[in-house]
């Protein structure tokens, strides 16, 4: 059986791992940069032939552009193993995978801890509104024009998306005394729900203090917070989104950050990245951040790890071990 793998991008942790697989693959290929023509071109060529499986990443998405059908239909038909290094992975069309009999993994678990540790980097700086003050400070004012900012302690914190990260984000909000609460598609066992209660959307939009996004986006969560979802919240409510810029129709958050409706927001995703909307950019009830929730040695390499361990169960045993929920669900329909 002749079985190749192909590492699309760089590894920066797991280079030694990566070589390793050359003891259960054939031929380990890679096209460490480029452009999406190039790829499509060395796939068509046949540079890539007999891989059974191969590593992408978010970062790498800039040297083949989305996992879209062109692309898919691009690549060998002996494809069998999509291992993509992110939580998210947005940028690959998982239906047309499916089609094609190709399944594809992403890195949960791995991003948990440091996405959470991120959320709530945010959550307190937006509570404090803490933009101004980081400002004044270097700009030699001392505290500026210095306001009072909130406190998390008894605040309701509603929880958009209580997956891995969205349990990570409750664990360490209770230390902060704050009261949570979540909304899923459908309610998590009880040992699942790290105490939290569980609402409709409509509720948790009309009764939370801060609001975390903790969802993944597809095409029927895109813009899941938008005019009319703003209007059904608290007047003063605080928004945090590590998730995916494009669950929240920025323009809105910009008029609701105007209004006061939205007392201020902690942001490490954005619509458009690398841009960002004029109007977060000038506003300074907002903290920013630039995509950098996994941003941590111990985190990058724990999730190049899992993909490669994906990697390697693909090609001895045609098995994923962190499988995306989409098609686990396809598999139950079946
Ligand atoms: O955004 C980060 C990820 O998807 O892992």
New binding site residues.
């Given amino acids: 059986m002749t079985r190749a793998a192909l590492l699309i991008g760089a590894l920066t942790h797991a280079r030694k791992e990566w070589e390793q697989l050359g003891q259960v693959a054939e031929t380990l290929y890679e096209y460490p940069s480029g452009t999406r023509n190039e790829f499509l071109s060395r796939c068509r060529s046949g540079a890539f032939e007999g891989i059974h499986a191969l590593y992408r990443s ?1 970062d790498s998405n800039k040297c083949t552009g989305n996992f879209d059908a062109e692309l898919l239909d691009a690549l060998p038909k002996t494809l069998k193993f999509i291992c993509h290094n ?3 992975y947005d940028n690959i069309d998982v239906p047309a995978c499916t089609e094609r009999g190709i399944a594809v993994s992403s ?1 949960p678990i791995a ?1 948990d801890d440091a996405t959470a540790d991120v959320t709530l980097f945010l959550m307190l700086g937006a509570l404090r509104n803490i933009t101004p003050s980081f400002q004044a400070v270097r700009q030699g004012k001392w505290r500026g024009n210095f306001a009072l900012g909130h406190d998390p302690k008894n605040k309701v914190l509603g929880i958009l998306g209580m997956g891995g990260i969205g349990a990570a984000v409750a664990q360490r909000a209770k230390a902060f005394g704050m009261r949570i609460q979540y909304h899923n598609r459908t309610q998590l066992p009880a040992e699942k729900e790290e105490g939290a209660k569980y609402v409709t959307f409509d509720e948790l939009l009309a009764t939370s203090d801060v609001l975390s996004l903790n969802l993944s986006l597809n095409p029927s969560t895109r813009h899941i917070i938008g005019k009319r979802e703003f209007e059904k919240m608290k007047d003063g409510i605080i928004i945090v989104n590590t998730a995916r810029g494009r669950l929240i129709d920025e323009a809105a958050l910009v008029d609701a950050l105007k209004s006061g409706k939205v007392w201020s927001a902690g942001l490490d995703v954005f619509e458009e990245e690398p841009k960002i909307h004029p109007g977060l950019l000038e506003a300074e009830n907002v903290v920013l951040l630039p ?1 950098m ?2 941003a941590t040695y111990e985190t990058q390499r724990d999730m190049e790890l899992l993909v490669l361990d994906n990697l390697k169960s693909a090609i001895q045993s045609d098995r994923l071990l962190t499988q995306v929920p989409e098609q686990k669900e396809d598999a139950t329909k079946r």
Avoid: D, L, Q
Wanted: charged share 0%.
């Fill in positions: 978010n992110g939580a998210g890195t991003v995509h929730g996994t």
